[in-house]
């Protein structure tokens, strides 16, 4: 009778009063309609940017998949500052955030939290050629800059209530990768990251240090506006038990940080030099091969820097010759007959790891396809698929690298390889030999888009000159 009643009210409601009769779906149910997640997220190397290959980033690639697994195209928005990403979402001008955010009391009471995926600690970062600050009471004899509206501000401001002589300066306009570039550069003495923006940076920024940490081990998570729809939200912790249960997200936190956990200060620093000492006598004939063969160029460079520091005449006790270490054996396969000609070795690299990519079978997918070959490169392509089959046997997966690289150190210990059709080999090599491509690539793609901007810069310098009569 009540219910009756309710549908007569809104008969007429519609009929006299020109109130349309719509009931409004959930916003899960929206955003499936209009075939788009609006993400909100930060410009930096943690989150969000532009690599050689279109947008990348830990946040995005794990939107992106979000977006996929309720079948949407995902869009991102990038705003000036950290604040304006939760005045976005007061105003429901985005789905959510993924944007690195640390899950703090104070910012549950504006959002609401996904589960955590990431654990980071807060850290005091300074410059390695300044004196290292032991403790808070230190922080007095320099200026401290962090961003503002950040969860370091949060932490600072309970600090304080310890040590009344803190203070600090917050910045609207920055993000914490540019105050990183200041303690670099000495503008500024000391600033706050997160540890996990302090591994990624420390490769190209190399007189970073964690003096120490400010915080315990805290959680990162999605940030969802806070109100009573919860359609999203909910979709969002099906996706994250899923991706947890099933490896996914182990993989890819691998995929962004698995290579970057050991920083060699000395060797970054000669790879740097390197870079402006030797590079450009080989950098054109990198460019050619990679076009030829459809490999990255700084890839390819990479790798004969792991091989030989790009030292055309290097030679290897075993007997690996030139730029890109290849074995007579291997020459000989690929028609070459000088291994100590650069071009002949660089176009021999380029064309022996292009067949051995082509060689892995298809369910093996980029990046971990590169990883695999870059690992047969090294160590052989049938110890690869020996560590793939240990794989299989502990109910790991052949085709991700981050068990490939569990696996392949056993092939060393006779009880696994005796188990194998090609036996014994130093399988823990191989595994090393693609983390340091990987830090080196990153070095030199780092490096290359720094000696871009340095270009641009001149250039409208230049374009703002008077002409030289």
């Known amino acids: 009778m009540a219910f009756s009643l309710l549908v007569l009210v809104c008969l007429i409601l519609f009929i006299f009063k020109g109130i349309p009769m719509v009931f409004k779906p959930g916003i899960l149910k929206q955003i499936e309609n209009s075939g788009e997640l609006i993400v909100v997220t930060r410009n930096s190397p943690t989150t969000y940017y532009e690599g050689p290959e279109g947008p990348t980033g830990f946040e995005y690639e794990l939107a992106e998949k979000f977006a996929n697994f ?22 429901n001008q985005a789905h959510f955030a993924a944007a690195g955010l640390t899950i703090t009391e104070a910012r549950k009471k504006r959002v609401r939290f996904g589960p955590g995926y990431q654990e980071i600690k807060e850290q005091l970062i300074y410059n390695n050629q300044d004196i290292k600050p032991e403790n808070i009471e230190d922080l007095a004899f320099g200026n401290l800059e962090v961003v503002a509206g ?28 540019q105050l990183l570039q ?3 550069d000495k503008i500024i003495d000391y600033t706050i990251a997160d540890s996990n923006e302090l591994a990624l940076n420390q490769r190209f920024l190399l007189e970073l240090r964690s003096a120490f940490d400010i915080s315990e081990p805290q959680q990162l998570g999605w940030a969802f506006p806070l109100t009573d729809d919860t359609s999203l939200y909910d979709k969002a912790m099906v996706f994250f038990w899923q991706i947890i249960n099933n490896g996914e997200l182990t993989q890819l936190i691998e995929r962004h940080y698995g290579h970057v956990t050991k920083f060699d200060y000395v060797g970054n ?3 740097l030099r390197h870079i402006a000492t030797r590079l450009t006598k080989y950098q054109d004939m990198f460019l050619e091969a990679a076009e030829k063969y459809n490999i990255d160029w ?43 000609d650069p071009k002949s070795s660089i176009f021999g690299g380029a064309k022996y ?86 830090r080196y690539y990153d070095l030199l793609n780092w490096q290359q888009n720094k000696n871009d901007d340095i270009n641009e810069s001149e250039t409208d310098i230049f374009s703002i000159l008077p002409p030289v009569l």
């Open 353 to 438: 790891l292009s067949q051995i990519r082509n060689r892995l079978p298809e369910e093996i997918k980029e990046p971990d396809r590169t990883w695999f070959a870059l690992a047969a490169y090294n160590v052989g392509f049938y110890h690869v698929e020996d560590a793939r089959i240990i794989a299989e046997k502990l109910d790991k997966d052949p085709n991700k690298w981050i068990d490939i690289k569990s696996t392949l150190p056993l092939l060393s210990r006779k009880k696994w390889y005796k188990q194998t059709r090609f036996g014994y080999a130093r399988g823990w090599e191989p595994v090393r030999y693609v983390e340091n491509i990987r």
């Open 150 to 177: 950040s969860s370091h501000v949060e932490r600072l401001i309970e600090l304080q209530k310890q040590y009344p002589d803190l203070v600090w300066n917050e910045h609207e306009d920055m993000e914490s990768e």
């Open 269 to 271: 620093r000669i790879y």
């Open 298 to 340: 700084q890839l390819l460079a990479a790798i004969g820097y792991q091989e030989s520091h790009w030292n055309p005449r290097a030679v290897s006790p075993t007997g690996v010759r030139g730029i890109m270490m290849l074995t007579l054996q291997t020459a000989g396969q690929l028609g070459i007959k000088n291994r100590l």
């Open 70 to 91: 309720i079948g949407v195209k995902l869009k991102i928005i990038t705003p000036d500052n950290l604040n304006e990403i939760f005045n976005m979402l007061d105003k």
């Open 182 to 184: 200041l303690v670099e």
